[in-house]
């Protein structure tokens, strides 16, 4: 899907198509997050990656700690 940059007051902006806010269940004020791959590309989400990130390893220490997270839940 081709975006263009528009000028929007004194900042450049995007402006996303009815269907791409849709697909992404996007309101009003909602926050995209967006991150620059080493190839240069971009990645949108309304996601946050450092969120993501975060979760992933509190899951990991849940896993690695269950017993004694099981005995402190006593």
Same mark, same amino acid.
């Given at each position: 899907m081709k975006l263009e940059v528009q000028q929007i007051g004194d900042s450049l902006g995007l402006i996303l198509p009815d269907d791409l806010v849709g697909?992404? =269940?996007?309101?009003?004020? +909602?926050?995209?997050?967006?991150t620059v791959n080493a190839d240069g590309t971009l990645d949108l989400s309304p996601h946050d990656p450092a969120f993501e990130k975060g979760m =992933?390893?509190?899951?990991? +220490?849940?896993?690695?700690?269950r017993n004694a997270l099981t005995e402190l839940k006593k």
């Open positions: 697909r992404l =269940k996007l309101d009003q004020g +909602a926050s995209l997050y967006a =992933k390893v509190a899951e990991k +220490a849940m896993d690695t700690y």
